[in-house]
């Protein structure tokens, strides 16, 4: 079962950036498309960005990140990036790196491999 680690989580003001880091065990059919997604407290997850390790093509949520946020890959280092840019206090989540062979239901959530999170907390 392949694993997921977040890393990069932590506290910034507002109009700050961070760059959380999700390294995967191994490179795998089940890593083809990874995403990252955010849960605010007493609020639903939902989906950030994803892409396709094999051709690096990017989805955004462009409803939650209005162009401030990047998602890039390193393959040599099995690590995929999220660049936070411009954040703002509704920002403030756990961030969960995911995977799955497809990214076709991305934005549902519809991945089968989850990472344990990492906490970003944006003050104003």
């Known amino acids: 079962q392949v694993q997921l680690v977040e890393s990069g989580g932590g506290s910034v003001q507002a109009g700050g950036s961070l760059r959380l880091s999700c390294a995967a065990s191994?490179?795998?059919?089940?890593?083809?498309?990874m995403a990252w997604f955010r849960q605010a407290p007493g609020k639903e997850r939902e989906g950030v960005a994803a892409?396709?390790?094999?051709?690096?093509?990017?989805?955004y949520n462009a409803d939650a990140v209005s162009g401030r946020f990047t998602i890039s890959q390193d393959n040599a280092e099995n690590t995929v990036y999220l660049q936070m840019n411009s954040l703002k206090p509704e920002d403030t989540a756990t961030y969960y790196c995911?995977?799955?062979?497809?990214?076709?239901?991305?934005?549902?959530?519809?991945?089968?491999?989850w990472g344990q999170g990492t906490l970003v907390t944006v003050s104003s």
């Open positions: 892409i396709y390790r094999r051709g690096g093509v990017t989805f």
């Open positions: 995911a995977a799955d062979r497809d990214c076709s239901g991305w934005r549902l959530g519809y991945l089968e491999v």
């Open positions: 191994e490179y795998t059919d089940s890593t083809t498309c």
